[in-house]
Structure formats: C-alpha cells, structure tokens
C-alpha cells in the first residue's frame, strides 16, 4: 500500500526565491504541489474546464427549469424577507416546502443580474464544477491524481449529475454540501491527533445541508461519525469530545434559522408550505421526514407502494434493485455494480491495515455513504423521483477512482488484477443492458460498449505479468468502454431543455421505465400504477413515441382523482382540458400531442403543459393574460391569486408581480384558509383569481382550501377569458 499515493502529509514547499509573489501565485495554480509530476495540476485544470464548458453548454434551453423554485428565486431578489423565509412571493403569502438554503445563491445572482435563466442556473452549474473539485481533492490525497481525476470524471459524466447540476432543484447544492463533509471528515482522519477544525467544518457542511433539504441531509450522518470514531488517531475520551463540538456546530449552523422560523410570530411571516400546521418542525419530520420513508405524507399527491421489497406505488416499486430497474437505471447505475465491487476489493486489500489506517477509512466513509444512501432510496416508500439519485454520483464516483487505483498498484496479483477485469467486464455488460432498455438510441454504441469492455478486460486479467504499455492500453480501453455509455447520456441530456417538477436524464425513455414521451410512466410519477380504483385519464388511448403515457387524446371525462376525492373541474383542481385543446393558460400540448384530462408530458425529461392539471408545470403565459395582470398591479399586494403553486408560478414569473399561491405547491395546505381569503379580497389586496391549477384541496388527505376559494370565487364572481386563462377580477361587485 506504500506505493499507492504521496505522503499523507506532504512536505512543505522549498522556500520561495525573492521576487514579486504573484507570479509565484499564478506559477503554483499552473504547476500544482512541487512534488506533483508536470502532467497533474493542467490535467486537474483541464477537467474542470471540459465540466464547465459541458455544463454550461445549452443552458438556457431549460428556461426557468422547475418554476416553483424559480418563482421563489424570483421573490428573494425582490424582498429580502421572502429571501430568508425562501417564499414563493415577493408580498410573503406562503414558503416553498423546503428550508431556503439552496435558494439563496440563486436569488443572490437574481439580484446581481437580473431575472433570467441563466441567472438562476449559473449558480447550480458552479456547484456541480465545485463538487468535482472537492471530490477530486479528497480522493488525490491518499489515492494519487490519477485516482482523482478518473472520480472527477466519472461523476461529470453520470448522467443525472448533469441533470441536476444544470437544474434549479436542492439537490446540487445538497451533493456539494454532502461532498464537502466527507471531505472535511477525512482530513480530520489524517492528523496524529485527528482535527477538532476539520471535524468541525464537517458539521457546518451538514448543518448548512439540513438548511438545503432537511433530514436528506443526515443519511451520510452515522457512517461518517462511526468511521471517525473508530478509525481516528486520537485517544477514545478525546475522539468523542471532537464529535461533540462537531454536532455542536451542525445544531448552530442548521438550527439558527430554524429557530428564528419557529420562534417569529406566525402573523407576521409566511406560512410555511408543506406543513399542514405552519410549522417548520412539523414539515421537517412528517412530509419531508418520516413520510418519505413510510408513504405517510400529509397533504401529498400521493404516497409509495409500502416498505415491503418489491411492493408497487405510486412512485414506483421498492426493493434491493430499485436503483437498477427501468426507470432509474439509466440515471445512475452504469458503474454502480463496479462501485460495490471495489469497494470490496478495497476493504480486502486494506483489511489488515492497522486500525488508523487512512486507505482503508476512505473506502468506508464513501462505500458507508454509497450504501446508507441506497439502502433508503431502495426502500423509502414515499415521494421519489429518479433525479434524487444525484446524491449517490460522488459516493460512487470515488468508490471507482479509489478501487481502480488500488488495484492496478497490485495488479501483479492475480486476484487483483481479475478484480480490475471484473469491473471492467460488468461494467460493458451492464452499460450493454442498459443501452437495449433504449434501442433505437445509438444501437452501434450497444455492442461497441461490450466487445470494448470485453477485450479490456482480459487485457487487464494479463496486465500484471504482461509489459506495462499494454496493461496501460487495456486499462486506457476499459475505462473508456466504462464511461461510453453514460457520456452519450449525458451529452443527450445536455442538448436538451429540461422544465418542470420531474426530470429525467438522457435520452426519451431512459426515464419511468421507458413508458411514454419523455419516458413518461403510466398513471403516476415514478411509473406505478394508479391507484386502486382510479380511471385512466387518456381515453385509453396510446401516447406518443409507443409508450402508454398519459396524453392518447381522450376526454378528460370519467377521470377519477386518488382517494375518491372530487376536485372541482377535474383532475387535480384544474379545468377540464379536452383532447386536443389549449390548457389553462394558453399553454399548447407539445407538437403532436394531445391532453386527455392530464395534460401531456413535454419534451424529455418534463412535464409540459402543466402536467397533472398545472400540479408538476407551470403554463405558457400568453401576451394578452400577462398584459391584463400588469393593470394597475402595483396598486395590489398581489396581482393574482391560482390554485397550487406552479400555476401561480408562471405569472408570476412572466410579470414578476407577486401571484399568490393557494395551497402551496399541491394546492393543499390551509394557506389561506377562506375565511383569509375573503378578508383579502374585502381588503382590496388582490386584483385577480385565475382559474385552474393545481391539486385544489385535499389532496392526499391535507387541509387545504383550494377547493372551497375556488367554488366562492366561482360562484360570486364574473369569468373572463383573456388569452386562453380564466380570470375573476376580485375588486369587481360580488353578483
């Protein structure tokens, strides 16, 4: 293991000669440590710089990506209130339902900038070349820059990575926060007495990561405290003194903002969305907490399948291959099988190490990380979308740089090199499957991957015995017949747009099993069944591109909503949207599409048309609707109100006046309740009610009021049709 990498603790630098120190600066970016070889520090520069330019590539093509997000993003660069509190509107009506912290960057650069598309992504795309930085860093310290650099790429190039780092989700930031901690953790490691100041550090990355998305944050929490425990140098009483303070920071630098939310008068701030009682607690534990893993989530669309193995729900089947079935497969997994097989191979090679030893304790933070994170994903049987799986790509990405460099520095062993051959050869074989779930998407690159991988592998059984130029060709070949596969996914998913609550990445079909356009699942999210009893919404039709989606053309009549529950005009809380015609808000079916009841899946990876009635979308605003919500619109605190909030979303995005959004994001959280919202109309605060939207009330057995708001206004309001969008003017005579 002496050979593997540099000194844990390189030596310190030769003094420096006189002269002036920048160019001594600029010389060190460029030339790295002295001890680095010439070829490290630009190939380290180099990868950053192809991440940069793939992920900035085509940037805009996503527009305002998820626009519930961006809506808030668009709320803190005009209030710095609704900037703490991450409200959906700048007049501060409700929150989005999750802690603000991935908000902030982007509503700083808002602010600095403008509103725009770029704006709000270009701080997720710095977050996904910094997490390749960090990731680089950790694993080149005890594992060499080769090491590095192949996890640095190989987490550039999985393919929900560049999804996500390109997306205005929690996630990118959630995956930087969670890198970093590893990172802090294991240069703790490295001390003789272990580092109070990195341990530290590593639970501010966690405190600011809960502030990101809540319990999500502490999944990586239990390996990396049990590794630090038991591998660290320092003496028992003194290694539990530093893990300590460490929670101590994590309380401090999670917690501040959690108090001051609790601890603010409810009147005087918004209300918290997500929560069915305008608490942050209660939204921590139950709907972002303990429903994601049992399907108990009040005011949900929707729960899971149960936490039994195998057992199908709404957002897909639970069990031991969840990460390797159809539709999340081709998101994350194509080296996943490699990743646990050199995670074993790097515990065996390091398994009699003594206890302090570093190799070892790396492969158990990131393998402990890898395999918490897909152990709960695996089996959560709540809310789960396929882009979640973004927060395993650096876990991963490690395993497979670390394994692979132990195993060509032992390759002159047998078992070491027919590990190297082995995940090579499972490797193709699984990017091989992976690419026939998609046939008609490059089919020469299928069996290019396989024979490529077939024939490096048995290069690397040799590369041990053999000269070591082959060795390095064949290894040279196995890792480019590894990375192939996702890095044409990746460059598909760059090229395209991607908007809406629910991406997927590379190509149509890659994601929710392959059904539908866009690799729409059938019925619901995640590609389950509907549920029991529910009708189809297509008319029984098929949707494009041979999948059963959910747009055949059909009539949205007969469409029965979960539970039995009736929201007004339709499903979820909408109006009626007939076959072929124009969805609220003037927002037209992709070409060749129709909508039967839920609206059809946009392009790849999205929900256009304001999937689900406007509940995972937002609308096209035309000229006319926006122009008549531009009247006067100062003079209201809010220019609109619409049922669910990525209805309200896109006007608000299109005028950037504040558009309240009743019931959050489902439409189903008591905010405000119609008792509220008469006072606000009485009061004059708000100039219009657009019809439609989304969830309406109820939905998942919440609170909310949407539908209730919705028949008032109906029933003692005109409506007016302007540009496709149904408006009730609020300040008007009641009839």
Known sequence: MTALTPPVNPPAPPAAHAGPRAPGRLARLWRGRPDDAPWVRPAFLGLLAVTTALYLWNLTASGYANSFYSAAVQAGGESWKAFFFGSLDAANAITVDKPP????????????????????????????????????????????????????TVLALTPVAALMFRFNNPDALLALLMTVAAYAVLRALERAEGSTKWLVAAGVAFGFAFLTKTLQAFLIL???????AVCAPSRPLKRCGQLGLAG?????????????????????????????????LELTFGYNGLGRINGDEVGSVGGGGGPGGGQGGRWGETGLLRMFNDSIGGQISWLLPAALLLLVAGLVVTWRAPRTDTARAAFLVWGGSLLMTLGVFSFMAGIFHEYYTVALAPYLAALVGMGAAVLWEERTRLLASAGLAAAVGVTAWWSWTLLGRTPDYLPWLRWTVLVAGAVAALGLLASGRADRRLGLAAAGLGLAAGLAAPFAYTLETLSTGHQGSIVTAGPAGAGFGGRGPGGGGRGFPGGGELPAGAQRMDGGGQGTDGGQGMDGGGQAGGAQPPNGMQPPNGFPGGGQTQGGGQTQGGQQPPTGRTTGGMPAFGERGGMGGGGMGGLLNGATVGAEAKAKLLQDADAYTWAAAAVGAQNAASYQLATEKPVMAIGGFNGSDPSPTLAQFKQYVAEGRIHYFIG????????????????????????NFTATTVGGTTFYDLTATPE
Do not use: D, H
């Open 101 to 152: 912290a991935a908000l902030w960057p982007m509503a700083l650069s808002v602010r600095l900038f403008g509103l725009g598309s770029w704006q709000i992504l270009l701080p997720e795309v710095l977050m996904g070349v910094g997490t390749v930085a960090v990731l680089y860093a950790a694993v080149r310290r005890r594992f060499g820059a080769g090491a590095g650099l192949i996890a640095g």
């Open 222 to 228: 239990p390996p990396l405290a049990l590794v630090y």
């Open 692 to 715: 439609g939207g989304g969830g309406g009330g109820g939905m998942g057995g919440g609170m909310g009021g949407g539908s209730e708001i919705s028949t008032w206004v109906e029933e």
């Open 248 to 280: 101590l920071a994590l309380i401090v630098s999670g917690g501040w903002w959690v108090a001051l939310v609790e601890l603010w008068p409810a009147a005087s701030r918004p209300y918290v969305g997500g929560s069915q009682n305008n608490s942050f």
